[in-house]
């Protein structure tokens, strides 16, 4: 049991003591022609090579190494079975494949899925047996196609700029979960502070009634109850002891619910999100959103961490650095660390990996919009997500504009799935239809940046429309909303000062000279009235990448004391 890597339950909001970790080592080989389906691979019952999962093969920790590209890849692992699992549903569960996966077991098709970035089930219940079962999984990617997002995977053999090493095929845990005839699906939860109370949206297979009880440290503090009516539920859960869920304090409330024979233990913040002028408020109060750009990449499993302790150990770094929260940039992370963000009290703005969509295809729409929409399920209760960021930056494709529909209908899409937070449109540019005005400016002039920044309140402007035009120009209008400065800095620091790799504008020669020009650029927006947070760039280096506070290695660059105390100085904004 112990080298099974990453043995955590993968959904902490969603678990069942039933349940079985397929992480480890499986058979593996390339498949460069993308025959393997004709030549019948779904019916071996071995392969060439081993890997261990749920490490991508160009990773060290796969056991692989493999960096070059890979067109498709196949996984087979052999699971027994003892009987009583095999009584009720089984269900076999990806964190993560990317991109286009299709799965057989016992040599019978389970399923097929398409996206890189977030989680999927297939019911294998009629296809399992007693016994020794054989799972197949096969893994198409092809990040320069135009027509899939593949965040910060590199195009060319060799990383370069801001693009690092690509993650094909399964990168995170794969488990099977056993569960009675009659289940709970899934469930949402809408807090009322006012009213001290959970609302839960439940969706379930079979009938019966659904039964929820919440506790906090240990001690119970409501229950409720209601009967299923054609697979739906909704249940008013009023709460004795209200309490909040607040930046650095995640006060969260365990769930247990009950549906017939099946038992999840869940759990919950109460916690609102408002926008009130240029404020965005949490539970009430405004709150300046002190963010760091976090991309989830690791020196030895790339977009998996080894261990649950270092999926969490970033969170810690940043909080050591004033930050209270994070970008999570061009990548879905992972469930687990949403998990730690939530017991921390650390907000973060969830996004999707869009580079590499060619924005201007109408095919566009029908590869994003299907697996946005499943990351809006699947991270909707998470009381640490403070907004939702769909698109980073869509610059012009091979010189064609962003179809701006696409923008509008993703942006629409997901306020009508979520009601409950603010949503940009697409982060830096070109901004279409937006609750949140946010800019990049990667100024390195500390005199320069704060009279882009005084602007905003003197003459009512922002830096993009005066400053770069003619780019800017009809691409994109402000109108008023709450202003965001969600990526700055970049500053470039090589600790053996060997002029390796890239930062942003011109490298400081001294430590000193760039805690000036740190200090000089956060002053800038924590003055500013107008604004209601930062997002420095970056927490740690990624491959070439040095603009980091820690080093790829998660080493401390500079004296995280100094940078805490600029952080945490009181914004103009705050209450």
């Known amino acids: 049991m112990n080298s099974i890597p990453r043995q955590e339950h993968p959904k902490p909001q969603m678990q069942r003591s039933d349940w079985m970790n397929l992480n480890g080592e499986w058979d593996f080989d390339f498949d460069f022609g993308k025959s393997g389906i004709d030549k019948k691979f779904y019916e071996k019952t071995e392969l060439d090579k081993k890997i261990t999962v749920p490490f991508c093969p160009e990773s060290d920790l796969s056991g692989i190494g493999y960096k070059d590209f890979m067109p498709a890849v196949w996984y087979l692992r052999k699971v027994t079975l003892a009987e009583e699992q095999t009584k009720g549903r089984v269900r076999l569960h990806f964190g993560a494949v990317d991109y286009e996966c299709q799965v057989w077991v016992n040599g019978q098709k389970a399923g097929s899925h398409k996206g890189g970035y977030v989680s999927f089930v297939f019911d294998i219940t009629k296809l399992v047996k007693t016994g020794e079962n054989i799972i197949a999984v096969y893994a198409e990617d092809d990040g320069r196609t135009g027509l899939q997002c593949k965040g910060k995977q590199c195009s060319g053999f060799y990383s370069a700029g801001c693009s690092y090493t690509r ?16 289940y709970i699906e899934k469930v949402q939860y809408y807090s009322n502070i006012a009213d001290a109370t959970l609302t839960i949206k439940a969706k379930t297979i079979g009938s019966g009634t659904l039964r929820a009880e919440a506790f906090f440290e240990g001690e119970s503090c409501g229950s409720a109850e209601a009967v299923v009516s054609a697979g739906n539920a909704v249940l008013l859960l009023k709460l004795s002891r209200l309490h909040l869920w607040e930046v650095g304090k995640g006060n969260l409330y365990d769930l247990k619910l009950t549906f017939g024979e099946d038992c999840v233990n869940s759990y919950f913040g109460m916690r609102e999100i408002a926008m009130d002028g240029y404020k965005v408020n949490i539970n009430g109060k405004s709150v300046f959103q002190r963010l760091v750009l976090d991309q989830g990449f690791y020196p030895d499993g790339i977009y998996t961490a080894p261990t649950d302790e270092i999926l969490e150990r970033d969170i810690h770094l940043s909080l050591a650095a004033g930050f209270n929260g994070a970008r999570l940039h061009q990548k879905i992370f992972e469930e687990r660390f949403l998990y730690h963000c939530d017991r921390l009290g650390y907000i973060v703005w969830g996004e999707q990996g869009n580079w590499g969509l060619d924005y201007s295809d109408p095919r566009a729409l029908k590869s994003f919009l299907p697996e946005w929409m499943e990351v809006l399920e699947r991270d909707f209760n998470h009381p640490a997500i403070v907004g939702w960021c769909p698109f980073n930056e869509t610059w012009d494709y091979a010189g064609r504009r962003q179809d701006d529909d696409l923008l509008r209908i993703v942006y629409l899409m997901t306020k009508q799935y ?16 937006t609750d949140i005005y946010d800019v990049h400016d990667y100024e390195q ?31 994109q209008r402000y109108n008023g909303e709450a202003i965001f400065m969600s990526e700055y800095g970049g500053i470039g620091w090589d600790e053996e000062q060997a002029n390796f790799g890239w930062g942003y504008g011109n490298r400081p020669k001294t430590k000193e000279e760039l805690l000036q020009r740190y200090t000089g650029l956060t002053n800038a927006l924590l003055d500013c009235p107008e604004m209601m947070g930062f997002c420095y760039t970056q927490l740690y280096d ?16 500079f004296d995280m004391e100094i940078i805490r105390a600029v952080n945490t100085r009181k914004a103009a904004i705050e209450d």
Do not use: A
């Open 167 to 182: 993650t094909t095929g399964i990168w995170q845990t794969v488990w099977l979960e056993f569960v009675p005839e009659n």
């Open 418 to 433: 979520d009601t409950t937070r603010p949503c940009i449109d697409t982060s830096g540019n070109f901004h279409v239809v």
């Open 445 to 475: 002039n500390v005199e320069l940046f704060t009279e882009r920044i005084k602007k905003i309140s003197s003459e009512g402007v922002i830096i993009d429309q005066t400053e770069r035009e003619p780019l800017w120009r009809n691409r």
């Open 542 to 557: 990624v491959e070439q990448e040095i603009n980091g506070l820690y080093t790829y290695e998660r080493k401390p660059k």
